[in-house]
């Protein structure tokens, strides 16, 4: 399978093609690759019994070269009067069958069909630097030139960068006249001419005169670096091929160049026809230059790819350093694709992450393929939507260890993903009008799980629900009342209904597909005890205000990304208000803070201040998420240390099969918010 990268947005910026040729200077012949690495492509195309024609010769040795090896029947032209008697005056002795004239390309004194092959090197992107319309119209007079002198069949063969307007015109003109188009990449990245300070990717473009018939379908190829010969089935198609082959050169170089320690550099390999990224590569360099291992490849299994460790920078620094590795790359596979092993995946990567080899690595090594067990991993991608609030989602069935299986909610946009533990459960059912039984296996989804720290701690805040009395000292969650905004996948109000059915719950989604969500797949099952409703939050909470409620605790769950969720304008002051309003005298508000900047987070706790008399705070995970407990009241001096007691009957009602919550050690953690 063919690879390549499809991001090649800054080779459109006029900006950027300054820069090389500011410091590509006069020598183009440095810089269009030298014989040893032309010859390859050149030799299958000319002859030595073939006459050619070198339009804009200038000073490059490229026809010496040629002539050195036998192609002897060579002229050079060029408009420069210096350069023609230089190279005349250079070659006469050593090369005297071999011509130099002065002469314009665009318009020659040569007869029609003299020439085999027309041969330029850098001419044709010397002389179009723009796509102006005076200097398209002597494109053009070059082009009908170089057609008029070659016979049938003959090939006009270009060495040049093809940049964007240079591409667009013989992608163009070319095809429209019924010429055959092959365009090979010149391997120029490992020359031993120092002088490249800003080497670009070099292409032999290879256009054969034919004449063009009625209805002739347009011949498109281009060579891969494996020497394979690819059609293309539209211009637009061949254009995108030659950009990523020009990304990806250049990425190459640049990674092989220098280290990047700090910076993770990523792109992504497309297969021939898919609209997704097939792999997305990162390179880590961890900058320990103790570690004996040089270079490696690590495989991420499918449906592994959203979890801390390979989807973020620090995730994945830390991943390089625990594997050992100078430099690793990490790849991950797109759900929109089909894997068939882990092997398989190793031989469509192998020609391509070798390549991003770090500095001095020593060629013929063998370079290790890592990943988790010996399996590719599996994915099942149940449902897709898209959020009116939360954006586009997934919900996948994902296979971590084997036996081990989870459901996850992922977001497309960028939030942390949540996900479900699934547990095999057997049943036997008895075949019909017989008395044998069939024993049948399906996934069930665990309510006894959560899937992040920071849900443990919002849980410990219930311990501080005492009742709805000064006097009442035991945690009273059976016939609490408790509010929580959801923005997941509604696992935390499924887990206390699973261990509390009694508790009053009330359910609030931003929006009805995430509702649907977590109903369809991720059993929240609303009853006379647990209602759920779809609407914006701060909007429900009001409305409910003078409707009766008398809460023990407000928790909320959502991850404010979005411009209508942020946090600043959720959690104002009209909101706190009313939900001061719909707590009890001894009720807790439970909520999540997600900012890294400490003032940012001082300014929300002051905030929360003026409502609450009371406010505990822990962070969780990390230091960007804290999650804050603010109580109503502020009279009992042991409030603490009977929160602390009451964690002991949590605990005991919240035990999981998998492990044991540690609620009090949350109590410990807790930070006074003093103003």
Same mark, same amino acid.
């Given at each position: 399978?063919?690879?390549?990268?499809?991001?090649?947005?800054?080779?459109?910026?006029?900006?950027?093609?300054?820069?090389?040729?500011?410091?590509?200077?006069?020598?183009?012949?440095?810089?269009?690759?030298?014989?040893?690495?032309?010859?390859?492509?050149?030799?299958?195309?000319?002859?030595?019994?073939?006459?050619?024609?070198?339009?804009?010769?200038?000073?490059?040795?490229?026809?010496?070269?040629?002539?050195?090896?036998?192609?002897?029947?060579?002229?050079?032209?060029?408009?420069?009067?210096?350069?023609?008697?230089?190279?005349?005056?250079?070659?006469?002795?050593?090369?005297?069958?071999?011509?130099?004239?002065?002469?314009?390309?665009?318009?020659?004194?040569?007869?029609?069909?003299?020439?085999?092959?027309?041969?330029?090197?850098?001419?044709?992107?010397?002389?179009?630097?723009?796509?102006?319309?005076?200097?398209?119209?002597?494109?053009?007079?070059?082009?009908?030139?170089?057609?008029?002198?070659?016979?049938?069949?003959?090939?006009?063969?270009?060495?040049?960068?093809?940049?964007?307007?240079?591409?667009?015109?013989?992608?163009?003109?070319?095809?429209?006249?019924?010429?055959?188009?092959?365009?090979?990449?010149?391997?120029?990245?490992?020359?031993?001419?120092?002088?490249?300070?800003?080497?670009?990717?070099?292409?032999?473009?290879?256009?054969?005169?034919?004449?063009?018939?009625?209805?002739?379908?347009?011949?498109?190829?281009?060579?891969?670096?494996?020497?394979?010969?690819?059609?293309?089935?539209?211009?637009?198609?061949?254009?995108?091929?030659?950009?990523?082959?020009?990304?990806?050169?250049?990425?190459?170089?640049?990674?092989?160049?220098?280290?990047?320690?700090?910076?993770?550099?990523?792109?992504?390999?497309?297969?021939?026809?898919?609209?997704?990224?097939?792999?997305?590569?990162?390179?880590?360099?961890?900058?320990?230059?103790?570690?004996?291992?040089?270079?490696?490849?690590?495989?991420?299994?499918?449906?592994?790819?959203?979890?801390?460790?390979?989807?973020?920078?620090?995730?994945?620094?830390?991943?390089?350093?625990?594997?050992?590795?100078?430099?690793?790359?990490?790849?991950?596979?797109?759900?929109?694709?089909?894997?068939?092993?882990?092997?398989?995946?190793?031989?469509?990567?192998?020609?391509?992450?070798?390549?991003?080899?770090?500095?001095?690595?020593?060629?013929?090594?063998?370079?290790?393929?890592?990943?988790?067990?010996?399996?590719?991993?599996?994915?099942?991608?149940?449902?897709?939507?898209?959020?009116?609030?939360?954006?586009?989602?997934?919900?996948?069935?994902?296979?971590?260890?084997?036996?081990?299986?989870?459901?996850?909610?992922?977001?497309?946009?960028?939030?942390?993903?949540?996900?479900?533990?699934?547990?095999?459960?057997?049943?036997?059912?008895?075949?019909?009008?017989?008395?044998?039984?069939?024993?049948?296996?399906? #996934?069930? =989804? @665990?309510?006894?799980?959560? +899937?992040? &720290? !920071? /849900?443990?701690?919002?849980?410990?805040?219930? *311990? %501080?629900?005492?009742?709805?009395?000064?006097?009442?000292?035991?945690?009273?969650?059976?016939?609490?009342?408790?509010?929580?905004?959801?923005?997941?996948?509604?696992?935390?109000?499924?887990?206390?209904?699973?261990?509390?059915?009694?508790?009053?719950?009330?359910?609030?989604?931003?929006?009805?597909?995430?509702?649907?969500?977590?109903?369809?797949?991720?059993?929240?099952?609303?009853?006379?005890?647990?209602?759920?409703?779809?609407?914006?939050?701060?909007?429900?909470?009001?409305?409910?205000?003078?409707?009766? #409620?008398? =809460? @023990?605790?407000?928790?909320? +769950?959502? &991850? !404010? /990304?979005?411009?209508?969720?942020?946090?600043? *304008? %959720?959690?104002?002051?009209?909101?706190?208000?009313?939900?001061?309003?719909?707590?009890?005298?001894?009720?807790?508000?439970?909520?999540?803070?997600?900012?890294?900047?400490?003032?940012?987070?001082?300014?929300?706790?002051?905030?929360?201040?003026?409502?609450?008399?009371?406010?505990?705070?822990?962070?969780?995970?990390?230091?960007?998420?804290?999650?804050?407990?603010?109580?109503?009241?502020?009279?009992?001096?042991?409030?603490?240390?009977?929160?602390?007691?009451?964690?002991?009957?949590?605990?005991?009602?919240?035990?999981?099969? @998998?492990?044991?919550?540690?609620?009090?050690?949350?109590?410990?953690?807790?930070?006074?918010?003093?103003?």
């Amino acid at each position: 399978m063919d690879l390549l990268p499809r991001n090649h947005s800054e080779f459109h910026s006029p900006q950027y093609w300054d820069q090389f040729f500011q410091k590509r200077g006069t020598k183009a012949f440095e810089w269009y690759g030298e014989y040893p690495e032309l010859c390859g492509i050149l030799h299958k195309y000319i002859k030595p019994t073939d006459k050619i024609l070198m339009v804009g010769c200038g000073n490059s040795q490229l026809s010496e070269n040629l002539y050195d090896v036998g192609y002897h029947n060579i002229i050079n032209i060029d408009i420069s009067d210096t350069v023609i008697r230089q190279m005349t005056d250079k070659n006469k002795k050593c090369r005297p069958d071999m011509k130099f004239i002065k002469m314009d390309v665009k318009k020659t004194n040569f007869s029609d069909g003299e020439f085999g092959v027309v041969l330029d090197k850098g001419t044709l992107d010397a002389l179009m630097v723009d796509d102006s319309k005076e200097v398209v119209a002597d494109i053009d007079a070059m082009f009908t030139e170089i057609g008029r002198v070659l016979k049938q069949g003959g090939r006009y063969m270009c060495i040049s960068l093809l940049q964007d307007h240079i591409m667009n015109k013989v992608l163009q003109f070319f095809p429209l006249i019924g010429w055959p188009v092959r365009v090979h990449k010149v391997n120029t990245e490992d020359s031993e001419n120092k002088e490249k300070e800003f080497n670009m990717p070099v292409f032999a473009a290879v256009f054969t005169k034919f004449k063009k018939l009625p209805n002739m379908k347009q011949i498109l190829e281009v060579g891969s670096s494996d020497d394979k010969i690819e059609r293309m089935d539209s211009t637009e198609k061949m254009h995108t091929v030659l950009k990523e082959m020009q990304y990806y050169a250049i990425m190459r170089q640049q990674i092989k160049k220098r280290e990047m320690v700090g910076e993770q550099v990523s792109f992504s390999l497309y297969s021939e026809v898919s609209v997704a990224p097939r792999y997305t590569l990162f390179i880590v360099d961890s900058g320990d230059q103790k570690f004996t291992n040089k270079f490696g490849i690590f495989i991420v299994p499918e449906g592994r790819e959203t979890e801390w460790m390979f989807s973020t920078d620090e995730g994945r620094q830390q991943l390089s350093k625990s594997a050992g590795f100078c430099r690793l790359v990490v790849v991950t596979l797109n759900r929109a694709h089909t894997y068939e092993t882990l092997d398989t995946i190793k031989s469509e990567l192998s020609p391509h992450v070798l390549e991003l080899a770090p500095p001095n690595f020593k060629l013929g090594l063998q370079v290790p393929f890592l990943s988790l067990g010996d399996q590719k991993g599996s994915r099942t991608v149940r449902f897709q939507g898209n959020s009116p609030t939360l954006g586009e989602l997934v919900v996948e069935d994902i296979v971590t260890d084997p036996g081990q299986y989870r459901r996850r909610l992922v977001f497309t946009e960028g939030l942390p993903y949540c996900e479900a533990i699934l547990n095999m459960q057997r049943e036997k059912k008895q075949k019909k009008g017989k008395h044998k039984t069939k024993e049948t296996e399906k #996934l069930i =989804l @665990d309510k006894s799980y959560l +899937d992040g &720290d !920071y /849900l443990t701690t919002m849980v410990a805040g219930l *311990s %501080f629900v005492t009742g709805q009395t000064d006097q009442a000292k035991e945690c009273n969650l059976s016939d609490s009342k408790v509010l929580v905004i959801e923005g997941r996948n509604g696992g935390l109000p499924t887990l206390l209904h699973h261990n509390f059915p009694q508790m009053e719950l009330t359910v609030v989604f931003p929006d009805s597909v995430i509702q649907q969500v977590a109903t369809d797949w991720f059993d929240f099952s609303p009853d006379s005890n647990m209602q759920g409703y779809s609407d914006n939050p701060a909007k429900f909470v009001s409305s409910s205000e003078g409707q009766g #409620l008398l =809460l @023990d605790a407000v928790v909320i +769950d959502l &991850d !404010y /990304l979005k411009s209508s969720l942020t946090m600043e *304008s %959720f959690l104002q002051e009209s909101f706190l208000s009313d939900v001061k309003k719909l707590l009890s005298p001894n009720g807790v508000l439970i909520c999540k803070c997600q900012c890294a900047e400490e003032e940012k987070k001082k300014t929300l706790l002051h905030q929360l201040y003026r409502h609450f008399p009371k406010i505990y705070s822990t962070n969780c995970e990390d230091m960007s998420l804290t999650v804050v407990y603010a109580l109503c009241c502020d009279k009992k001096r042991d409030i603490l240390d009977t929160a602390t007691s009451n964690c002991k009957y949590l605990e005991n009602k919240l035990k999981r099969r @998998d492990t044991d919550l540690d609620l009090s050690r949350t109590m410990e953690d807790l930070t006074l918010f003093d103003p």
